[in-house]
């Protein structure tokens, strides 16, 4: 009896244990994604888009800090494709990140389940596709992440949260427009300015994209997923408070209009205090001899009246964009994923281990457009670079720095095309430096990571001008613009290891090679600091018939 008694509590414990393992689990969101081609008339030209789940654009992904998102992806178009998680930093797990130096791309008819964990992350943040010209069909969405209920965030709940897409459009094909590419020819100029997939009339005709009450606030997500326009935002007599900037809490301060540049995404806080009726948000492209310009309604519910057809003016030349940037603050008293503040990490403090400066340039290798970093353009072998580090075949396909961190003049004139891959030693802090020689603005993006936008200043970059850093309270973020003739400087720990994409997210750039990639490798092979390759991961390439191994131990 006394054993029964015994194995009875030992069977209660177990059990205990066992329902406080699955309850202390992250909770799981499955979505079934069927990504096909459809037909819209975004500019009111019937033309070939890319559907998920019959929607253009795709379904927003409303997640929460650390849950376990997993996405069944199956490619219903006739060519390989893949989904990047813009700003999803993917710790320890770049197996997931969508691009073609860490994944092998989704067949035709066949099926892929992402499988990411947002751990330790809030704020605004997009998918789109980075197969071929695929972005230029759509496949792109919103995606959020929520702070935990026990999190304080720094203003009050909102009636509701909205989430804005702004990008440019091109009324050709992106097969067409693949084809000007690989022909060596640019893509040209886009034929107008969507919000959330459709072009305003600007006649007060079109139907609302949202509704307010009078009195509320409301969290308003506004994200850049366009090919190559910098675009200005702004909403007819209503300012924008601005909270939050790709996962970090900023300091709040009001602005009438934003500069978002591709790849870009700003939470913002509107109060609905106007007359009810119906007012425009403005969106067009800034630093284009012609601007282009597109609206779509809010309507205060109940309210009379169509919105004016005076619509604010949107800002001249890129030093009111600059200067806007400089304002931009880190909340350093604000708590963001986790509960202790956001300035309790004291970047500024650390020394610099390394210092890498990537130049952007252009000019052509025979007769056709090509685009470099610092004189290498970029192209993507068959054997993604993840793997064949992964199988010990680097050497077959890729070599690791083949350029110099600080390249001279004679090294950017010659480009050449090859892999670009930087070896990064885990956990050094590095300084990377965006230099701008060109006449447009360059719009920088980081997978795996945020780092600190210490500076962006006109000239040429040099070691006196650190002096001029910010080492206090720059904004934590994904993605960076570089005006044109001036340099960014950035500051970050490396320490996810994986295979990260640094890109144009100029796509037409990125296509033509404006993209290397940072290898950050666990010295031990431990757990600790990677996953091993996931059982359901694709292989192609030269590991395509390889056995499925697993390197990494421990934990």
């Known amino acids: 009896m006394k054993v029964g008694v015994k194995l009875l509590a030992v069977c209660l414990c177990v059990a205990t244990a066992t329902v406080l393992m699955v309850q202390a689990e992250d909770p799981y969101f499955h979505h079934v994604w069927n990504v096909t081609y459809g037909s819209a008339s975004p500019l009111g030209v019937p033309q070939q888009v890319i559907l998920i789940n019959g929607q253009f654009p795709g379904p927003n992904i409303n997640s929460t800090s650390n849950n376990n998102v997993i996405v069944n992806v199956f490619n219903n178009l006739d060519e390989p494709f893949l989904i990047t998680w813009n700003g999803i930093q993917h710790r320890k797990n770049s197996w997931q990140d969508g691009t073609a130096g ?16 947002p751990k330790d992350q809030i704020g605004s943040y997009f998918y789109y596709p980075t197969t071929s010209m695929h972005r230029a069909a759509g496949a792109f969405g919103g995606l959020r992440v929520n702070s935990r209920l026990l999190i304080p965030v720094p203003y009050a709940d909102p009636e509701d949260d909205y989430t804005v897409l702004i990008n440019d459009w091109y009324t050709k094909s992106h097969t067409q427009l693949k084809k000007f590419l690989d022909s060596g020819r ?5 034929d107008g300015i969507l919000i959330n997939g459709k072009a305003g009339k600007g006649d007060g005709s079109d139907q609302p994209l949202f509704t307010l009450k009078q009195g509320k606030t409301y969290r308003v997500r506004i994200c850049n997923v366009g090919l190559k326009a910098s675009l200005n935002f702004r ?32 939470g913002v806080i509107v109060t609905a205090n106007q007359e009810p009726k119906d007012y425009y948000m403005v969106a067009s492209t800034r630093f284009l001899k012609k601007a282009l310009t597109t609206t779509g309604i809010l309507r205060y519910e109940g309210g009379k009246g169509l919105a004016s057809p005076q619509l604010p ?89 083949i350029i110099s961190d600080n390249p001279t003049s004679d090294q950017i004139k010659n480009i050449k095309i090859e892999p670009n891959v930087l070896n990064i030693t885990h956990r050094t802090f590095i300084e990377v430096v965006f230099e701008n020689h060109e006449k447009s603005v360059q719009s920088w993006h980081l997978d795996g990571y945020s780092f600190f936008a210490v500076a962006v200043e006109p000239g040429t970059w040099t070691p006196e001008k650190r002096k001029n850093y910010n080492l206090l309270d720059a904004v934590s973020r994904h993605t960076v613009q570089v005006y044109p003739k001036c340099w960014a400087a950035i500051l970050l720990t490396f320490d996810n290891c994986g295979m990260w994409n640094i890109r144009s997210e100029n796509s037409e750039r990125r296509y033509l090679g404006q993209q290397l990639y940072a290898s950050v490798l666990s010295p031990e092979k431990s757990l600790r600091d990677e996953y091993n390759m996931p059982e359901s991961s694709l292989q192609c390439g030269l590991v395509k018939d390889k056995p499925k191994i697993n390197p990494y131990a421990g934990a």
């Open 102 to 117: 860490t994944m092998c791309p989704i067949p035709p008819g066949t099926n892929f389940t992402y499988h990411f964990q």
């Open 186 to 190: 640019t893509i040209g100029r886009p």
């Open 235 to 266: 909403i007819q007599n209503h300012k924008m408070k601005l909270v939050e900037m790709e996962g970090s809490h900023v300091l709040q301060n009001d602005y009438d209009s934003l500069d978002v540049h591709v790849g870009q995404c700003f």
């Open 313 to 401: 003016a949107a800002p001249v030349g890129w030093a009111w964009s600059l200067n806007q940037f400089r304002s931009f603050r880190w909340n350093l008293t604000a708590s963001a994923a986790r509960p202790n503040p956001q300035g309790s990490y004291h970047y500024g403090k650390i020394n610099i281990t390394r210092t890498i400066k990537l130049v952007n340039t252009q000019g052509k290798i025979d007769g056709k457009l090509r685009y470099a970093l610092s004189g290498v353009s970029h192209t993507d072998p068959e054997t993604p670079l993840k793997l064949a580090e992964y199988f010990g075949v680097a050497d077959k396909v890729f070599k690791y720095d």
